[in-house]
């Protein structure tokens, strides 16, 4: 069972415009959150991320809220550029058993268009 | 250069043959991990090292065979693979309470035929 869900495979997004991109979870045990970007050909690199005691960061272009009553976060880019097109994974764990292990959505691949 | 270094990068092997995916990790973490990457499906968690010593093993079929001779290197041997076995390999490696995860390889693009 997926505890990590990106149901939106892909997005298409105008230059200059905002990319929202979605992730819901369903363990309620999870206590921290991040958002990896993929091009092709490269390995996930992070993004960023947010603890279960906030509702949101930003850094720079990027923003992350979290509603944890609705057990979803989000992904805000603004203004998208066209160097943002790729695969972005919501990831999530739970530093409860001190273990590093992420658990990850399907991905979501964006496309800014010129 | 992102730290964690994934060879080879790409590979086409038989159903008969054997061969490994090597890992190297410099960034002094203590955590090495394999993960499985296939179409329209989230990346599979397959092995757990910490400090060299296996921590996970999420059910992974025998043909997958990790190795960690130290906290720097991380190999998947590959032995008698199906079709369905082919995929991006990601290793990963990480520090316990690093906020940012894990650091990637750049995968092996595993094609069994």
């Known amino acids: 069972d997926q505890q990590v869900k990106q149901n939106s495979p892909s997005l298409s997004v105008q230059e200059g415009r905002i990319s929202i991109l979605n992730c819901d979870y369903t363990?309620?045990?999870?206590?921290?959150f991040l958002w990896y970007k993929k091009y092709p050909a490269e390995g996930p690199t992070f993004l960023i991320s947010i603890s279960s005691i906030k509702d949101k960061n930003e850094d720079g272009r990027f923003t992350v809220f979290l509603n944890k009553s609705a057990k979803h976060l989000s992904l805000h880019i603004v203004p998208s550029q066209p160097g943002d097109s790729a695969v972005y994974f919501c990831?999530?764990?739970?530093?409860?058993?001190?273990?590093?292990?992420?658990?990850f959505g399907t991905g979501t691949r964006l496309t800014v268009i010129p | 250069e992102t730290g964690v270094t994934q060879t080879p990068r790409h590979l086409v092997m038989g159903m008969t043959n054997k061969k490994s995916l090597k890992c190297e990790q410099h960034l002094g973490h203590n955590a090495m991990y394999w993960y499985k990457q296939s179409a329209k499906k989230p990346l599979e968690l397959m092995f757990v090292?910490?400090?060299?010593?296996?921590?996970e093993n999420n059910s992974v079929p025998s043909r997958f065979s990790p190795e960690c001779p130290n906290s720097s290197h991380l190999f998947l041997h590959l032995h008698t693979l199906q079709p369905e076995d082919s995929a991006l390999y990601l290793c990963?490696?990480?520090?316990?309470?690093?906020?940012?995860?894990?650091?990637f390889g750049s995968g092996t693009r595993l094609t069994v035929v």
């Open positions: 990831a999530a764990r739970t530093l409860q058993t001190g273990a590093n292990n992420l658990f």
């Open positions: 090292y910490n400090f060299k010593e296996q921590t």
């Open positions: 990963a490696s990480s520090q316990d309470g690093v906020t940012r995860g894990y650091t």
């Open positions: 363990n309620s045990m999870f206590d921290y």
